[in-house]
C-alpha cells in the first residue's frame, strides 16, 4: 500500500496540480460505463425474466370452426401435461387488433382466432401434446411462448454483445486517456524528476509519487461518476419499469447487479492506475 | 575513486565534445577543473555525476566499472555524489529546507532524522532564517548557498561543483570552500570546476585539471595537505570528535 499512499513528506515533493484532467476524464468515463453497464444488466434481468416468464406456457391457436375451439379446449383440459387454460376474451383480442387496424378492429366481419393461454406442469412434453390435439382437432395449433419471443430475445441478446462491446470499447478510451494524463504528468514534472533522478531516486520512487496522484485522481473521477450515475439510474427506473411492465419484465436490477456496478467504479480506478503506472515506468526508463 | 581510460563523449551524431580523457582522481583528493568557455568542463562534469554515459572509452568509479553498470544500479552511486549545478538545479515549489532535505529523504531517512542536520547545514550556510523560503524568493547567491548545502548534506564520498562561488561574495566564498576543505579533510574527494584563479590559489594542496578543446590539457599540480580551517563546521557534516 506504500507504493500508493507514501508519506506526506514525500506526496509534496511534487507540486499541486490546480487544474488536472484526469479527475474529470475518468468521472465521465466512469459515469457512461455504469449507465452502459447497468443497460446491459437490465437488458440480462429482461432476457432471464422473459425465459422464465415464458418457461411451461404455451398458446393455443384455434382458426377453424367454433366447434374445434370446444373441442381443442375439452381435450386440453383432461390432458394430464396441462395445470391450467385460460381463454383470451374477444374483447381483448380486437383491443390488441386495435393497435394495428384501428376502428377496423372493432368490424363483426373480421374473422377472429381463437386463443388460449395454455400453462403446462413442470417435465411435461408439450411437443407430444401438440401432435395429440393436431391429430384430434385437424387445423389447431399448440405453440410455446419461447417461440414466438425467439427473435426478440435474439434481438436482445444482440443488445447485450453490443453493451460488452460498447464496455470494452469504453476501457479502452479511458485507458488512452489515462495514458495521455500519465504522460503529461510526467512531462509537467520533467525538471523536477531530472533533479530527483541527479540526487539518486529510483524509478520506484518517483513511480510512486506520480502514480500515488493518478490514483487520486482516479479514486476521486470514479466516486465522481459512480455517484452522478446512479442519479441517473434512479431517476430513470420508475419510468422503464411502467414502460416494460405490461410485458411483464422487471427492470429492477438485481442486488448482484448493484453490486457489479459498485465494483465498476473501483475496477476503473485500478485499471486507470495500473495503466499509468505502466505508462510512467516505461517513459521514466527512458530517461537517463 | 575515479578512473577515466580513453573516454570520448558526443551529443547526438555531433563531433566529440570530450577525447581520450585519460586521468585517475585519488580518494580524498581535491581537484580544480578549469577551461576556456566550450572546452568541456560541464561535459566532464556531467560524465562525473552520471548525468551522461561515454560513447566510448571506460569509466570506473568507486571501483566499479560503470559501463557495465545496468541503469538500475545507477542511483545507488549517484546516492554518493554530491553535485552543485552551476544553474542551482532548485526545486522551485520546495523550501530552502526541503530542498536541502531532499538527499536524506531520497535515502530513505525519517523527518525525525533530517530535522536537526538539516537545520544545523542552512545556519552553516548563513540561511538559517531562510529555511521556509521558495527559490523564487532567493537571491542567486542564496541560491547557490542552498544547492551546496543539499550537495553536502548527505556527506558523498564524491563532490563535484560546476563554478560553486559565482553568485556569491568574497567572504561566502571562503567560508564554502572552508566547507569543501572540510569535507575532504573526511574523505570526500571535490572536483570543483571554476575560472575563479583566487579560489584556486585558495586551497592549498588542491590539484589542477585543465581542459583544452575537450582534451585534458596538463593535469598538473601539488596534491599538499590542506590548511585546517578555524570555522566551527556542522555536526552534519563532522563528527562530534571533530565539531
Redesign the interface.
Known sequence: MKAFFPPASLRRLLPEQKRRAAPWIVGLMTFVTVIVGAFGLGIIGAIDDLRSASAGQWSLQVTGPAGDAARAEALLRSAPEVAAIERIGEAELRAELSRWLGPSADSLDLPLPVLADVTLRAGADGSRLAGRLEAAVPGTRLVPYADELAPLLGSLRALTLLVAGLLLVLALAMAAAVTLAARSALDANRSTLDIFHGIGATDAQLLTLLQHRIAKDAMIGGGLGALAAAAVLVLAALPARDLLGPLGVATLLRPADLLFLLLLPVVQALLATMVARTTLRKALAAIT | MVEFERVGLRYGTGTEVLQDLDFRLERGGFYFLTGASGAGKTSLLKLL?L???PTRGRVRLFGEELGEAP??AL?????R?G?VFQDF??????SAF?NVA??L???GRD?RAIEGPVREMLAWVGLADRASARPPTLSGGEQQRVAIA?AVIAQPELLVADEPTGNVDAAMAARLISLFEALNRLGTTVVVATHDLGLIAAVKGARLMRLEGGKLADPTGELRHPPRTADPLPSAILPQSFA
Open positions: 555525476y548525468a551522461q554515459r541503469r538500475e542511483p545507488a552511486f549517484r546516492r555524489i553535485v538545479r532548485l526545486v522551485r515549489h520546495l526541503d531532499l538527499p529523504r531520497i535515502a523527518d543539499r
